[in-house]
Protein backbone atom coordinates (compact mmCIF):
# COMPACT_ATOMS: atom_id res chain seq x y z
CA UNK A 1 0.00 0.00 0.00
CA UNK A 2 2.61 2.39 0.32
CA UNK A 3 4.55 1.68 -2.74
CA UNK A 4 0.77 2.60 -4.25
CA UNK A 5 0.63 5.92 -2.72
CA UNK A 6 4.14 6.58 -3.01
CA UNK A 7 3.92 6.03 -6.58
CA UNK A 8 0.19 8.15 -7.17
CA UNK A 9 2.15 11.06 -5.45
CA UNK A 10 4.87 11.06 -7.86
CA UNK A 11 2.62 11.02 -10.50
CA UNK A 12 -0.01 13.57 -9.09
CA UNK A 13 3.14 15.83 -8.09
CA UNK A 14 4.74 15.80 -12.01
CA UNK A 15 1.29 14.66 -13.50
CA UNK A 16 3.46 11.77 -15.25
CA UNK A 17 4.24 8.72 -14.76
CA UNK A 18 8.04 7.18 -13.96
CA UNK A 19 8.15 4.81 -17.06
CA UNK A 20 7.24 8.16 -19.12
CA UNK A 21 10.80 9.10 -18.53
CA UNK A 22 12.04 6.15 -20.84
CA UNK A 23 13.68 7.31 -23.55
CA UNK A 24 11.66 6.36 -26.88
CA UNK A 25 14.25 5.46 -29.40
CA UNK A 26 12.60 5.95 -32.98
CA UNK A 27 12.64 3.28 -35.39
CA UNK A 28 14.96 3.18 -38.01
CA UNK A 29 14.06 2.78 -41.24
CA UNK A 30 15.43 -0.60 -43.08
CA UNK A 31 17.22 0.86 -45.99
CA UNK A 32 19.14 3.13 -44.15
CA UNK A 33 22.68 4.58 -45.47
CA UNK A 34 25.61 2.47 -44.46
CA UNK A 35 28.84 5.05 -43.83
CA UNK A 36 31.17 2.55 -46.26
CA UNK A 37 28.11 2.92 -49.36
CA UNK A 38 28.56 6.62 -48.47
CA UNK A 39 30.70 8.71 -50.76
CA UNK A 40 32.73 11.34 -49.03
CA UNK A 41 32.82 14.58 -50.12
CA UNK A 42 35.77 16.70 -50.88
CA UNK A 43 35.40 18.98 -47.86
CA UNK A 44 34.89 15.76 -45.77
CA UNK A 45 37.89 14.45 -46.72
CA UNK A 46 40.05 17.51 -46.35
CA UNK A 47 38.68 17.79 -42.76
CA UNK A 48 39.85 14.28 -42.10
CA UNK A 49 42.74 14.83 -43.48
CA UNK A 50 43.72 17.91 -41.14
CA UNK A 51 42.89 16.05 -38.24
CA UNK A 52 44.30 12.87 -38.99
CA UNK A 53 47.57 14.98 -39.71
CA UNK A 54 47.16 16.84 -36.36
CA UNK A 55 47.22 13.75 -34.64
CA UNK A 56 50.02 12.42 -36.50
CA UNK A 57 52.17 15.32 -35.49
CA UNK A 58 51.40 15.43 -31.95
CA UNK A 59 52.72 12.02 -32.04
CA UNK A 60 56.28 12.79 -33.74
CA UNK A 61 56.37 15.75 -31.42
CA UNK A 62 55.79 13.49 -28.40
CA UNK A 63 58.76 10.93 -29.06
CA UNK A 64 60.76 13.75 -30.76
CA UNK A 65 60.71 15.32 -26.70
CA UNK A 66 61.42 11.80 -25.50
CA UNK A 67 64.59 11.90 -27.63
CA UNK A 68 66.07 15.23 -26.54
CA UNK A 69 65.35 13.57 -22.98
CA UNK A 70 67.47 10.52 -23.02
CA UNK A 71 70.07 12.88 -24.98
CA UNK A 72 70.19 15.25 -22.01
CA UNK A 73 70.47 12.12 -19.38
CA UNK A 74 73.61 11.17 -21.29
CA UNK A 75 75.06 14.37 -21.62
CA UNK A 76 74.26 14.62 -17.19
CA UNK A 77 75.88 12.07 -16.31
CA UNK A 78 79.00 12.38 -18.80
CA UNK A 79 79.41 15.44 -16.74
CA UNK A 80 78.99 14.03 -13.27
CA UNK A 81 81.12 11.13 -14.47
CA UNK A 82 83.70 13.05 -15.46
CA UNK A 83 83.56 15.16 -12.30
CA UNK A 84 83.54 12.52 -10.25
CA UNK A 85 86.78 11.02 -12.03
CA UNK A 86 88.83 14.46 -11.31
CA UNK A 87 87.54 14.44 -7.88
CA UNK A 88 88.90 11.15 -7.26
CA UNK A 89 91.61 10.12 -9.54
CA UNK A 90 92.43 7.17 -8.25
CA UNK A 91 88.77 5.39 -9.56
CA UNK A 92 89.32 7.59 -12.62
CA UNK A 93 89.32 4.50 -15.37
CA UNK A 94 86.27 2.78 -13.15
CA UNK A 95 84.28 5.98 -13.52
CA UNK A 96 84.99 6.59 -17.27
CA UNK A 97 84.41 2.85 -18.07
CA UNK A 98 80.83 3.74 -16.00
CA UNK A 99 80.44 6.60 -17.90
CA UNK A 100 81.05 4.82 -21.39
CA UNK A 101 78.99 1.82 -20.64
CA UNK A 102 75.71 4.07 -19.16
CA UNK A 103 75.93 6.08 -22.57
CA UNK A 104 75.71 2.73 -24.46
CA UNK A 105 72.45 2.07 -22.49
CA UNK A 106 71.32 5.60 -23.02
CA UNK A 107 72.11 4.99 -26.69
CA UNK A 108 70.00 1.93 -26.87
CA UNK A 109 67.10 3.36 -25.35
CA UNK A 110 67.56 6.69 -27.49
CA UNK A 111 67.71 4.19 -30.73
CA UNK A 112 64.53 2.51 -30.03
CA UNK A 113 62.85 5.43 -29.33
CA UNK A 114 64.34 6.68 -32.79
CA UNK A 115 62.29 3.80 -34.17
CA UNK A 116 58.88 5.10 -32.97
CA UNK A 117 59.54 8.65 -33.90
CA UNK A 118 60.13 7.52 -37.54
CA UNK A 119 56.97 5.88 -38.33
CA UNK A 120 55.08 9.23 -37.13
CA UNK A 121 56.99 11.25 -38.87
CA UNK A 122 57.24 9.21 -42.28
CA UNK A 123 53.45 9.56 -42.14
CA UNK A 124 53.40 12.72 -41.77
CA UNK A 125 56.06 13.91 -44.37
CA UNK A 126 53.61 11.92 -46.55
CA UNK A 127 50.61 14.05 -46.13
CA UNK A 128 53.08 17.29 -45.82
CA UNK A 129 54.64 16.02 -49.43
CA UNK A 130 51.67 14.62 -51.51
CA UNK A 131 48.56 16.25 -49.35
CA UNK A 132 49.54 19.67 -48.60
CA UNK A 133 52.38 20.56 -50.73
CA UNK A 134 49.56 20.04 -53.26
CA UNK A 135 47.29 22.05 -51.79
CA UNK A 136 49.74 25.04 -51.34
CA UNK A 137 50.61 24.98 -54.99
CA UNK A 138 47.50 24.77 -56.64
CA UNK A 139 48.89 21.21 -58.32
CA UNK A 140 46.56 18.08 -57.79
CA UNK A 141 48.84 15.58 -58.50
CA UNK A 142 51.29 13.94 -56.10
CA UNK A 143 54.35 13.26 -56.33
CA UNK A 144 53.43 9.89 -55.46
CA UNK A 145 50.09 8.37 -56.35
CA UNK A 146 49.96 5.29 -54.10
CA UNK A 147 50.43 7.94 -50.78
CA UNK A 148 46.84 6.84 -49.52
CA UNK A 149 46.99 3.48 -49.76
CA UNK A 150 50.74 3.17 -48.50
CA UNK A 151 49.47 5.53 -45.38
CA UNK A 152 46.49 3.31 -45.16
CA UNK A 153 48.29 -0.13 -45.15
CA UNK A 154 50.72 1.19 -42.47
CA UNK A 155 47.68 2.14 -40.51
CA UNK A 156 46.20 -1.00 -40.78
CA UNK A 157 49.56 -3.31 -40.48
CA UNK A 158 51.69 -0.52 -38.31
CA UNK A 159 55.61 -1.80 -39.28
CA UNK A 160 59.15 -0.08 -38.46
CA UNK A 161 60.44 1.63 -41.26
CA UNK A 162 64.42 1.12 -40.34
CA UNK A 163 66.25 -1.40 -38.20
CA UNK A 164 67.39 -1.43 -34.76
CA UNK A 165 71.06 -0.92 -35.81
CA UNK A 166 70.20 1.60 -38.85
CA UNK A 167 68.26 3.48 -35.58
CA UNK A 168 71.33 2.86 -33.15
CA UNK A 169 73.97 4.45 -36.21
CA UNK A 170 71.58 7.24 -36.74
CA UNK A 171 71.54 8.42 -32.97
CA UNK A 172 75.28 7.68 -32.63
CA UNK A 173 76.25 9.97 -35.84
CA UNK A 174 73.62 12.73 -34.74
CA UNK A 175 74.44 13.09 -31.01
CA UNK A 176 76.23 10.39 -29.35
CA UNK A 177 79.75 10.25 -31.08
CA UNK A 178 80.18 13.92 -29.77
CA UNK A 179 79.87 12.12 -26.19
CA UNK A 180 81.70 9.14 -26.78
CA UNK A 181 84.90 11.20 -28.08
CA UNK A 182 84.60 13.29 -24.66
CA UNK A 183 84.79 10.23 -22.94
CA UNK A 184 87.74 8.75 -25.01
CA UNK A 185 89.96 11.65 -24.83
CA UNK A 186 89.28 11.88 -20.90
CA UNK A 187 90.69 8.00 -20.84
CA UNK A 188 93.29 8.89 -22.86
CA UNK A 189 94.45 11.87 -20.63
CA UNK A 190 94.14 9.62 -17.17
CA UNK A 191 96.06 7.17 -19.29
CA UNK A 192 98.80 9.55 -20.99
CA UNK A 193 98.99 11.76 -17.54
CA UNK A 194 97.44 10.26 -14.45
CA UNK A 195 96.77 12.21 -11.19
CA UNK A 196 97.06 9.71 -8.87
CA UNK A 197 100.29 7.45 -8.54
CA UNK A 198 100.16 3.98 -10.23
CA UNK A 199 100.14 2.39 -7.10
CA UNK A 200 97.16 4.22 -5.82
CA UNK A 201 94.87 3.21 -8.90
CA UNK A 202 91.32 0.87 -8.86
CA UNK A 203 91.16 -2.01 -10.49
CA UNK A 204 94.14 -3.49 -9.18
CA UNK A 205 92.84 -6.94 -9.72
CA UNK A 206 93.04 -6.78 -13.17
CA UNK A 207 95.76 -6.73 -15.18
CA UNK A 208 96.85 -3.69 -16.55
CA UNK A 209 96.18 -3.84 -20.32
CA UNK A 210 92.38 -5.27 -19.30
CA UNK A 211 90.69 -1.69 -18.75
CA UNK A 212 92.62 -0.60 -21.94
CA UNK A 213 91.34 -3.82 -23.75
CA UNK A 214 87.78 -3.12 -22.88
CA UNK A 215 87.99 0.37 -24.49
CA UNK A 216 89.40 -0.51 -27.59
CA UNK A 217 86.78 -3.21 -28.11
CA UNK A 218 84.14 -0.96 -27.16
CA UNK A 219 85.50 1.25 -29.47
CA UNK A 220 86.04 -1.06 -32.49
CA UNK A 221 82.33 -2.04 -31.98
CA UNK A 222 81.27 1.36 -32.78
CA UNK A 223 83.10 2.45 -35.41
CA UNK A 224 82.01 -0.80 -37.00
CA UNK A 225 78.26 -0.11 -36.53
CA UNK A 226 78.74 3.59 -38.10
CA UNK A 227 81.05 2.24 -41.39
CA UNK A 228 79.13 -1.00 -41.86
CA UNK A 229 75.69 -0.60 -41.29
CA UNK A 230 73.66 1.04 -44.37
CA UNK A 231 72.21 4.45 -43.63
CA UNK A 232 68.33 5.21 -43.06
CA UNK A 233 66.98 7.08 -45.78
CA UNK A 234 64.55 10.01 -45.69
CA UNK A 235 61.21 9.32 -44.98
CA UNK A 236 60.20 10.81 -48.41
CA UNK A 237 62.30 8.37 -50.44
CA UNK A 238 62.23 5.24 -48.09
CA UNK A 239 59.02 5.39 -47.12
CA UNK A 240 58.66 1.55 -48.14
CA UNK A 241 61.78 0.54 -50.09
CA UNK A 242 59.56 -2.09 -51.87
CA UNK A 243 55.93 -1.61 -51.83
CA UNK A 244 55.03 -4.86 -52.29
CA UNK A 245 56.76 -6.31 -49.18
CA UNK A 246 56.28 -3.43 -47.34
CA UNK A 247 58.66 -3.61 -44.01
CA UNK A 248 60.40 -6.62 -44.91
CA UNK A 249 62.89 -7.87 -42.44
CA UNK A 250 61.63 -4.95 -39.88
CA UNK A 251 60.00 -6.09 -37.17
CA UNK A 252 56.82 -4.76 -36.76
CA UNK A 253 55.74 -2.02 -34.56
CA UNK A 254 55.70 -3.50 -30.99
CA UNK A 255 54.36 -0.33 -29.18
Not at 159 to 176: E, G, S, V, W
Amino acid sequence: MDEERKGQRRESRFGRRESDFKPQFPEMPDNKPEFENTPLSRAEYIAALAHFYRAEMHRSLVWRTRLDTTTNWAILATLAILTASLQNPAYAREALLMGMFSNVVFLIIEARRFRFFDVWRARVRMLEENFYGGILRRDQSSPDFRWGDHVADDLLCPRFHLTRLQAFRARLMRNFRFIFLFLLVAWIGHRVAPIAPDHELGLSSLPAWAPDAVVVLLYLVLIGISVFTPKFQSPEVAYWPDPEHPGENISSLDV
